[in-house]
C-alpha cells in the first residue's frame, strides 16, 4: 500500500489533499509530492510525529513561496497553485539535498550528527518561532533533515518529538538490537498512517528497492543520500546487535520509549503486549520469591497454580487459627481492655517501652509466683500435684517450666525484635496474672481449679 | 530480584503492627460481645476471622494498597455484597474482550486469583501481581502472629 502511495507520488494527488486541513494530511502530501527527489527524507517527514511535522509544517510553508503560509491553508494552496509548489519545493530540497548530502558526510554516522543547533528543549518549546528563524538558513534545517533521515534510517515508526533524545540514547544504551523504535502511548496518532500489519523488515526491504529504483531526476547529492542512508542502517544495526529492548524515559514527555525487537512485528498492539507480559513476568519472578517451593517449578501456568495454592494454603491457615483462638478464648477470660490500657503498645518511643516491658515482666512474674503459692494452698489435693509440685521450687524455676508455652513461643517468634517478644510475653503474664486473681477473688471453687489447670 | 524490588514496593510493616492491630480487634470483639455460649461459635468465628483480616488491612498501611482498600469496604459493607459483586463483574467483563487474546493460560489463573485476593477484580494482570506479593506478605505475617497468640494462650 505503501508503495502505491510512494508509487503515484505526481499530480493525480490533490483529491487527497482536499480532506481536512490537517497538518498530517499535508505532510502525507509533500512526502509523496517529493518521493522522486529523496525518498528517504519524504519518508521520514511521512512518519514523523506531529510536533515534527508542524517544524515541517512550518519549514516547508517556509520555502514555499506561495501566498498562504499558513499551515491551515496550506493543503488548500497546495491543491490550486500545486504545479507550482511542487516544483518549487523539488528544487528547495533539492539544495537541501546538497547540503544534507555535504553534512551527513561529515556526521559519519546517526550518532554523531553534528549539533549546532540549539538544544532540544529550546526546540521543543520554542517550535515555532526557532525553526523558522532557522530554517531562514538551509543548513540547519539541512541538518535537522539529516538527523531525521538518519534516524528514519534506524526506524521506520519512529515517533519520537525530536530526534536528539533518540540520537543520544544508542551511544548509552549500547544493548539495543533494535533499528526501530516506538512507543506505546504515542502510537495510535501514528497508527493512523501507517498502514495496519506493516513490518519494519518489509519496510526495510521497500527501503532499498525505492534506492535503487531512485528517479533520475535526484540529483547525485541525493544518491549519495541514499548511499549513505543505506550504510547507516548497517551502521546502525552493527551498533545495536545484542541485547534486549530498552526503555528510556523521554525528558520531554511522560512515555515510555520502548523498542521493537529484531524480527518482531512493530505494531503498536503487539509492542504493547510486549511490555505488558514483560511487566507480568518480572511480577512473577517477584511472587516467585515469596512463595516457598516455587523455584523448581518453571512455567507460568504451574507456577501460577502454585502462587493460588498457596494463597489459599494461607487463608485457610487464617480461618483455622481463627476458631482456635475462639475456641482458646472461650477459656480464658481475657480482659485485653486493661492490658490494652496500660499503654503496652506505644506507637513511639521503644526505649521507653522496652523499660515498661520489663517492669510488667518482672510484675507478671512475682504475680504469677504468687498465684503459684496460691494454688499450693488452696488445692493441694488437685490430681494437677504433678504439676504444681515443680512448683516448690524456686518461682522463677516454676515459671519458666510451667509455662514452656512461652518457651515456644520465643522459639517461634525468635524472628521478631525482642520489643514484640517482650510485648506479647507480658501481655499474656499480665492476662493470666489479672485471670488468676480475678478467679479466685471470685472464688468459685469449681471454675478455679480447672482454670488452673488449663493454664498451668 | 533486587532492582524489580526497588520499583515494586512491598513493604510490609513488622509483626508488632500486626499484632497490636489484632489485639485491639479482639479487645473490640470482646466488648461487644461476652463470647460465652458455644451456640454462637461459628458466629464468633466468624468474627474473629474478619477481625482479623481487617486487623491485618489496617496495619497494613490502610489505603496505599487496593486489596486492603477493598477488604476494609467489603468489611464496612457487609449488606452490599451482592452489588460489589455484580460491579465487578462488569469490570471484568469490559477487559475480558481484551484480555482474551493475551495469554490465556495466565488469563485463567489470574481470574482465580482475582476471586482470592480481595479487590481483585478491577485490576489489571500485572497490578494483580503486585497486589498479591503485598497480600502474601501480610498474610503470612498475619497468620505468624496468630500462630504465636494461641500458642500462647493455649492450654498446655
Known amino acids: ?163 536528539f533524545p533518540i540520537n543520544n540514547e544508542p551511544p548509552i544504551t549500547t544493548n539495543e538490537k533494535m533499528p526501530r523504535v516506538s512507543s506505546s502511548p504515542v502510537f495510535k496518532p501514528l497508527a493512523s498512517h501507517v498502514p495496519a500489519g506493516e513490518s519494519s523488515g518489509e519496510l526495510s526491504r521497500k527501503r532499498k528497492t525505492k534506492s535503487k529504483q531512485n528517479s533520475p531526476s535526484a540529483v547525485s547529492s541525493s544518491k549519495e543520500i541514499e548511499e549513505k542512508e543505506d550504510s547507516d542502517p548497517k551502521r546502525c ?98 480482659n485485653m481492655d486493661a492490658l490494652l490500657s496500660k499503654d503496652i503498645f506505644p506507637s513511639s518511643n521503644n526505649l521507653m517501652h522496652h523499660q515498661q516491658v520489663l517492669q510488667l515482666d518482672s510484675s507478671a512474674e512475682t504475680l504469677l509466683g504468687d498465684h503459684h503459692n496460691k494454688n499450693l494452698q ?21 515459671f519458666i517450666s510451667h509455662l514452656p508455652t512461652l518457651a515456644h513461643f520465643t522459639d517461634s517468634i525468635s524472628q521478631y525484635s525482642t520489643f514484640s517478644e517482650d510485648d506479647l510475653h507480658s501481655i499474656i503474664h499480665m492476662g493470666f496474672a489479672q485471670n488468676r486473681l480475678q478467679e479466685l477473688n471470685q472464688g468459685s471453687s469449681n471454675q478455679v481449679p480447672s482454670h488452673m489447670k488449663a493454664e498451668l | 530480584m533486587a532492582s524489580a524490588d526497588k520499583l515494586i514496593n512491598t513493604d510490609v510493616p513488622e509483626k508488632d503492627v500486626f499484632a497490636f492491630h489484632f489485639l485491639q480487634s479482639l479487645s473490640n470483639l470482646r466488648k461487644q460481645n461476652p463470647f460465652d455460649t ?19 488491612a489496617r496495619a497494613a498501611g490502610g489505603s496505599s494498597r487496593l486489596w486492603s482498600r477493598a477488604l476494609l469496604r467489603r468489611a464496612d459493607k457487609d449488606d452490599n455484597k451482592i452489588v460489589r459483586f455484580s460491579r465487578r463483574k462488569w469490570k471484568i467483563s469490559s477487559k475480558r474482550r481484551r484480555s482474551n487474546q493475551r495469554a490465556p493460560v495466565v488469563e485463567e489463573a489470574a481470574e482465580r486469583l482475582r476471586n482470592l485476593v480481595p479487590g481483585g477484580g478491577g485490576m489489571e494482570t500485572s497490578k494483580l501481581m503486585e497486589e498479591t506479593a503485598h497480600y502474601i506478605k501480610c498474610l503470612s505475617m498475619q497468620v505468624k502472629v496468630m500462630q504465636c497468640l494461641v500458642d500462647g494462650l493455649s492450654p498446655k
Not at chain 1, 517556509?62 to 528544487?91: A, C, K, Q, W, Y
Not at chain 1, 552493527?238 to 525528558?251: A, F, L, Y
Not at chain 1, 494463597?311 to 487459627?321: A, T
Not at chain 2, 458455644?38 to 491485618?56: C, E, F, G, L, T
Request: with cysteine.
Open chain 1, 378 to 398: 488452696l488445692n493441694p489435693d488437685i490430681s494437677s500435684n504433678n504439676v504444681i509440685n515443680p512448683l516448690e521450687t524456686s518461682e522463677t524455676r516454676s
Open chain 1, 1 to 163: 500500500m505503501e508503495n502505491e502511495l510512494f508509487m503515484n507520488a505526481g499530480v493525480s494527488h490533490p483529491p487527497v489533499m482536499t480532506s481536512p486541513s490537517s497538518s498530517s494530511a499535508m505532510l502525507k502530501w509533500v512526502s509523496m509530492e517529493t518521493q522522486p527527489v529523496d525518498p528517504s527524507l519524504s519518508r521520514n517527514l511521512f512518519w514523523e510525529k506531529s510536533t515534527e511535522q508542524s517544524i515541517f509544517d512550518s519549514a516547508l510553508s517556509s520555502l514555499v513561496s506561495s501566498p498562504t503560509p499558513s499551515n491551515s491553508n496550506f493543503s488548500v494552496g497546495g491543491v490550486g497553485g500545486e504545479n507550482v509548489i511542487m516544483r518549487e519545493l523539488i528544487g528547495k530540497l533539492g539544495n537541501i539535498g546538497d547540503i544534507y548530502g555535504i553534512t551527513a558526510s561529515n556526521g559519519n554516522s546517526c550518532y554523531a550528527t553534528p549539533m549546532s543547533s540549539p538544544p532540544p528543549g529550546s526546540m521543543m518549546e520554542t517550535k515555532t518561532t526557532t525553526p523558522m528563524a532557522e530554517l531562514s538558513g538551509d543548513p540547519g534545517f539541512a541538518e535537522r533533515a539529516a538527523r531525521f533521515s538518519c534516524f528514519g534510517s534506524r526506524s521506520f515508526n519512529s515517533r519520537t518529538n525530536s530526534p
Open chain 2, 38 to 56: 458455644p451456640d454462637q461459635k461459628n458466629y464468633r468465628v466468624r468474627k474473629i476471622k474478619k477481625a482479623a483480616y481487617v486487623s491485618m
Open chain 1, 237 to 334: 544495526k552493527k551498533s545495536e546487535e545484542n541485547g534486549d529492548k530498552t526503555k528510556s524515559i523521554d525528558p520531554y514527555k511522560d512515555y515510555i520509549h520502548v523498542r521493537a525487537r529484531r524480527g518482531q512485528a512493530t505494531d503498536s498492539h503487539s509492542l504493547a503486549e510486549r511490555v505488558r507480559r514483560e511487566k507480568i513476568s518480572e511480577r512473577m519472578k517477584l511472587l516467585q520469591d515469596l512463595v516457598p517451593g516455587c523455584n523448581k517449578v518453571t512455567g507460568k501456568a504451574l507456577m501460577l497454580d502454585e502462587i493460588i495454592n498457596y494463597v489459599q494454603s494461607l487463608q485457610r491457615q487464617v480461618e483455622f487459627l481463627s476458631m482456635k483462638l475462639s475456641s482458646v478464648n472461650t477459656r480464658l477470660d481475657f
